[in-house]
Nanobody, 115 residues
């Protein structure tokens, strides 16, 4: 079974930066296309960014384009999301998953951006 553990969340002021990490079990991160997703309070889960298995193609949601960067370290089997210029509307629980996403989701990591 694929296990993914997100970390790196926290409280940050608007305009600040954070880097999220996603550690995968087995060969998950270095074998599959991977993505970041988020769920804000009272809303459904939404796509944030994705990266293909080789790491040379990325796609971002319009809401984060130019502010977030997805990357992967295959040697460490870890996925990252570098977030900068954070806005209060980025407040959400952030999840990683394969892309397309599987049915199992981790606990996620909470990002709270204060204004």
């Amino acid at each position: 079974q694929v296990q993914l553990v997100e970390s790196g969340g926290g409280l940050v002021q608007a305009g600040g930066s954070l880097r999220l990490s996603c550690a995968g079990s087995g060969r998950t991160v270095r074998t599959y296309g991977m993505g970041w997703f988020r769920q804000a309070p009272g809303k459904g889960r939404e796509f944030v960014a994705r990266i293909n298995y080789s790491g040379d193609s990325t796609v971002y949601a319009d809401s984060v384009k130019g502010r977030f960067t997805i990357s992967r370290d295959s040697a460490k089997n870890t996925l990252y999301l570098q977030m900068s210029s954070l806005k209060p509307e980025d407040t959400a629980i952030y999840y990683c998953n394969t892309y397309p996403p599987g049915t199992r989701w981790g606990q996620g990591t909470q990002i709270t951006v204060s204004s």
